[in-house]
């Protein structure tokens, strides 16, 4: 089905609208100049359901929608762990990270080891979150984004992803580079409303063409009744796609390493926090965040579902024309990442093809914008200002700000074509991430809880964890990645504490944070939220263990 003028002029009013609309909210005031504050924490002005929203539409990208339903194709509901765990660690974050993170008035994650720990700790992580950004998820991003625009306005034969991941980043600097955190953050609301009805739309569609009966519970029943093993949500030993999700281990293990650091130490998420008018508001945007997180698994792995049953044929399938070659690669393999935008080219009709095309570009860019403003946060306040200008002006700031950001997407740009050879992008993600993530959670969890934790014991932790994960890595024992995610930020917990103990001369760390019950108080808002989430979570698990 061809992409129709319609759909051009829809796509078109979306780029419009966005880039005007963070134009408007982040334009500098009559009579005030923006500063560092307005630009990298949105004047500490955000309200709940801004930053709910804006979390989401952060998190959300071309990283799940691609990513994931290709996992989806590949492995099944289980791929959801990561969402469906991420809404109780958002809750978990909400309640015991933030009360701690807002009263210490940070502007980025480093910052606080720096308050913790030391400043030459702080310099190690703000370069290697700089790189990070720079080299893995700006990139990845890109090449999603571009993958996709190729399939669903392309001939799909890759000859359209530059020019699309060009297309994106100006999409994404047009607003961002100027208007910071604001820009980020405001539109945000708008993109993450785009984008779930934009998903929802894909996965009714698809799940109504998926039979020749048609009907969205026809086609739900269908996929339930012919790919059964795709449902499980406890993958067991003899399943394919044990070693990316091993079993209970997701629950008690690993997961948790993945998700509490992404979510409680990732400073492209957790900044919007950092901007709430107050901690109260903080936490239920968070908690809103974690409702909007049961209910991406219905538009991002469900459609994955909906192409392997397609891709597979089982009998009462309805019979979908160039299916098997369309995901079939040259070498043989299957090309799993092509689910989502095969789905909106195939099925996807005139007019809501433009406004699926431009919630799926609302995502890739929501996340590139909070990226680039997170990139250039670090940069900008762990590196430049206390190493090259320590008496720099709020303008000067803001200006260095702009130009890192700028950079940052000039370099994933040259690099992000590079990434053309994975088949299931959000695992390497998560696996690559998963090298480093363990000892920087490690030292974040020995540092808030534990007052005796010292600067030495963090340091040697943290670049111990590498040399342990590279070595479980390369193990002979062929351990899943999450459960070296889960030894290795284990081991470094006992690294740290060991040199602490042989090293300390205090009985508390001087810089060790005082803490008590009165700080984790939340208010009753916060509180029926989370046990709701939790309900939700036990009867999931009990329908698609």
């Not at 043989?332 to 809501?352: E, H, Q, R, T």
């Amino acid at each position: 089905m061809e992409f129709s003028t319609i759909d051009y002029a829809v796509f078109f009013a979306y780029i419009l609208v966005i880039i005007s609309l963070g134009l408007w909210v982040s334009r500098d005031k009559k009579g005030h100049e923006k500063d560092s504050k307005d630009y990298f924490l949105a004047s500490k002005a955000l309200p709940w359901w801004a930053i709910g929203a804006s979390l989401i539409a952060a998190n959300i990208s071309a990283e799940q929608f691609i990513g994931m339903s290709g996992s989806g194709f590949a492995i099944g509901l289980a791929i959801a762990t990561y969402e469906w765990m991420a809404a109780i660690t958002l809750i978990i974050v909400g309640k015991f990270f933030l009360p701690i993170f807002i009263e210490k008035e940070l502007y980025t994650i480093p910052e606080f080891i720096e308050q913790r720990f030391s400043t030459n700790l702080k310099t190690i992580l703000a370069v290697f979150w700089v790189a990070l950004f720079i080299f893995v998820n700006l990139t990845s991003v890109l090449f999603l984004g571009g993958k996709a625009i190729d399939t669903i306005i392309g001939t799909g034969d890759g000859g359209m992803i530059l020019y699309a991941i060009l297309g994106i980043a100006f999409i994404a600097a047009a607003y961002s580079l100027y208007g910071g955190l604001s820009a980020v953050a405001w539109t945000d609301v708008l993109q993450v409303a785009l984008l779930i009805i934009g998903g929802l739309i894909t996965s009714i569609i698809a799940l109504d063409h998926v039979t020749p009966e048609g009907g969205v519970f026809n086609g739900l029943a269908h996929i339930y009744n012919q790919a059964g093993d795709k449902f499980q949500m406890i993958l067991t030993k003899d399943n394919p796609e044990f070693y990316n999700l091993p079993g209970i281990a997701v629950l008690i293990g690993g997961m948790w390493v993945a998700n509490l650091y992404y979510w409680g130490f990732n400073q492209y998420i957790i900044q919007r926090t950092l901007a709430a008018k107050s901690l109260k508001e903080a936490q239920r945007g968070i908690a809103f965040a974690a409702f909007l997180k049961m209910i991406i698994p219905l538009i991002v792995v469900i459609p994955g579902i909906v192409a392997y049953v397609m891709y597979a044929q089982p009998e009462g399938t309805a019979a979908i024309a160039g299916v098997q070659d369309a995901f079939t690669k040259a070498d043989g393999g299957i090309n799993y990442d092509k689910a989502y935008p095969w789905l909106i080219s195939v099925f996807v009709p005139v007019g809501l093809k433009g406004l699926v095309l431009a919630a799926l570009t609302a995502a890739i860019v929501s996340s590139l914008a909070s990226m680039l403003n997170s990139t250039s946060t670090i940069f900008t306040m762990d590196i430049y200002k206390p190493y090259f200008a320590p008496k720099a002006s709020e303008g000067q700031l803001v200006t260095v700000g702009r130009i890192t950001a700028a950079v940052a997407l000039v370099i994933a740009v040259f690099i992000a074509p590079v990434m053309e050879n994975f088949p299931q992008m959000f695992q390497y993600i998560q696996e690559y991430t998963g090298l480093v993530s363990p000892g920087i959670l490690a030292v974040f969890l020995m540092g808030l809880f534990w007052k005796k934790t010292t600067n030495q014991a963090a340091i040697i932790g943290v670049l111990a964890s590498i040399i342990v994960a590279w070595l479980l890595k390369a193990s002979i024992v062929d351990l899943p990645f999450l459960d070296q995610m889960f030894y290795t930020m284990i081991i470094t917990m006992v690294i740290i504490v060991g040199v602490t103990l042989n090293t300390a001369e205090h009985d508390d760390d001087p810089k060790g944070i005082s803490l008590t019950a009165k700080m984790f108080e939340t208010d009753n808002v916060f509180n029926v939220s989370a046990y709701a989430v939790l309900i939700l979570l036990v009867v999931i698990y009990t329908l698609f263990w």
